[in-house]
């Protein structure tokens, strides 16, 4: 046991989850925010934005994000020469922050619609019968409703995020949990079984308080209808 | 109506443990098999020492198990090959899902607490991959400033982080494919792994005339037979491994799968490999 937590030291595990907190963290604003800007568009009244919004939707939900990883490596950055930081590591990490939001902002995007659907069409209506135009109306009517409806799905989607942050290893973060847990495999497999525990109890720790907030803020703050 | 479900849900979980249970001893083959056939694990990605096309497997690790079943008594169709990655290959045989593995499995103490080892039956080095007209990448040392490429988690990968990451800038890929791809778009100046695995990235023919090796090894990597913990077949495997040599069968099975690619091991280290303690 003892030994076994000088290699836990020596790997750095904690460091580990570290990044893949940093990962999850940049992630979870971007894709907030973007999933927001989509979800605009695909309520938006103009029926080219809305195909615009779904497009983006169907095309990065139904694209593993394995792929769009190898891409930002093998693509953005090797033949485009997309670089987002001089330091030839941290590149990656800001590339794989990128891929990952791309991805999940689709997700956060019908999470926020979802929420919209919660919003009695009413609301949209007396909107409008005050003499707010579309953009008004989405802002201080619609979507304050529709985030606390949200709660619940945003969350199932931060938790997804937070486990996806491991597909980075694709995207050279050699510093985050799956890699490590992959050289301390290829070079302690006597102790095989209690790395894979430490790691998937890592991941239970740090996920089970997302969904345990989320579901209690979620009825926090679900408007009463 | 709630007993039921939960009844229900039982019976389904049991159901899906039987299945599965069901397919793992299809796979291993040890189960039923008996002594009918053998089980051997290899990679099936890396072109020249384990790859698989359809059911054909190819390369040099493939051809020293056959060589070594067929002492052992198992003709080619008593033999069922499966994929050992890197990450599952003590797993594998520790379950007793395989017989036997040849898949660059280098013999190290670590690994010695969960299996043992014959062999070895090759010493291969680290070494570089570099583009075919490369001049001034000659050996590790001269790596400062440049791209360099291997797979997340590997002994490769780590070696050069410890030792020489200083000036290096280090791209980690999930497969050698990946790092290949790079260096032939020209994003990275060199791959690096062992030197016989690089061999067979190179003489694939998309790589070929496009890639050389360096032929500079700075590490030994003693390719064992890995065999479950306290295997009584190592003798047998090591005299097995003796034969092949002295017949040729080796040499020749080197050549075919290095070929094209000016690709020689290192002499000292193979002439012939020597052999560890089989009790340890």
Request: hydrophobic content about 45%; glycine content about 8%.
């Amino acid at each position: 046991m003892a030994e076994y937590l000088d290699i836990i030291r020596e790997y750095d595990v904690l460091g580990a989850f570290w990044v893949n907190i940093q990962l999850a963290f940049w992630a979870a604003i971007f894709s907030l925010v973007l999933g927001t800007l989509l979800a605009l568009l695909r309520i938006s009244p103009v029926g080219s934005l809305r195909w615009a919004g779904s497009a983006y939707v169907t095309v990065f939900r139904n694209t593993p994000l394995t792929i769009i990883m190898v891409f930002m490596v093998l693509g953005a950055w090797g033949q485009l020469q997309l670089t987002l930081s001089s330091d030839f590591n941290v590149n990656f990490f800001w590339l794989a922050v990128v891929a990952l939001t791309v991805y999940h902002a689709a997700f956060v995007c019908e999470a926020i619609r979802s929420g919209v659907n919660t919003v009695p069409v009413g609301q949209a209506e007396a909107a409008r019968s005050i003499g707010l135009s579309f953009l008004p109306a989405a802002r201080m009517i619609i979507l304050p409703q529709a985030f606390r409806g949200a709660v619940a799905p945003l969350g199932n989607v931060l938790i997804a995020l937070i486990k996806n942050t491991t597909v980075a290893a694709a995207a050279s973060v050699a510093t985050e949990t799956s890699s490590v847990m992959k050289t301390m495999i290829e070079f302690r497999p006597d102790y095989i079984y209690a790395i894979f525990f430490t790691f998937a109890i890592g991941y239970v720790i740090l996920v089970t308080p997302v969904g345990v907030l989320t579901t209690s803020l979620s009825r926090r703050l679900a408007v009463a209808r | 109506m709630r007993r039921t479900r939960t009844t229900g849900a039982i019976a389904l979980a049991a159901t899906a443990a039987l299945t599965l249970a069901a397919c793992s001893s299809d796979d291993g083959g040890s189960g039923d098999g008996g002594d009918e056939g053998i089980t051997i694990g290899i990679k099936f990605d890396q072109p020249g020492l384990g790859f698989m096309e359809g059911d054909t497997p190819s390369g040099f690790d493939v051809e020293v198990a056959k060589y070594v079943a067929g002492e052992l008594g198992y003709s080619e169709d008593q033999i069922t090959w499966m994929e050992s990655p890197s990450a599952q290959r003590e797993t594998l045989l520790s379950t007793g899902q395989v017989d036997m593995i040849f898949a660059t499995y280098s013999i190290t103490d670590e690994r010695r607490e969960q299996v043992s080892f014959a062999g070895p039956y090759f010493v291969a080095g680290q070494d570089l991959l570099v583009a075919a007209d490369n001049t001034d990448i000659t050996g590790p040392d001269t790596l400062d400033g440049k791209n360099l490429c291997s797979v997340t988690g590997s002994t490769s990968a780590e070696r050069i982080k410890e030792e020489y990451s200083e000036g290096v800038n280090l791209l980690e890929q999930p497969g050698y494919a990946e790092c290949v791809t790079a260096l032939v778009a020209g994003t990275v100046d060199a791959v690096t792994t062992d030197d016989i695995i690089l061999a067979g990235l190179g003489a694939q023919p998309a790589n070929a005339g496009k890639v050389k090796v360096v032929g500079n090894t700075f590490s030994e990597e003693k390719y064992g037979v890995g065999l479950p913990k306290d295997s009584d077949q190592c003798e047998a495997i090591d005299e097995a491994i003796t034969k092949m040599i002295d017949e040729g069968a080796w040499q020749e099975a080197l050549d075919t799968a290095t070929e094209g690619t000016g690709y020689v091991p290192n002499a000292d280290l193979n002439s012939p490999p020597e052999f560890e303690p089989c009790d340890m």
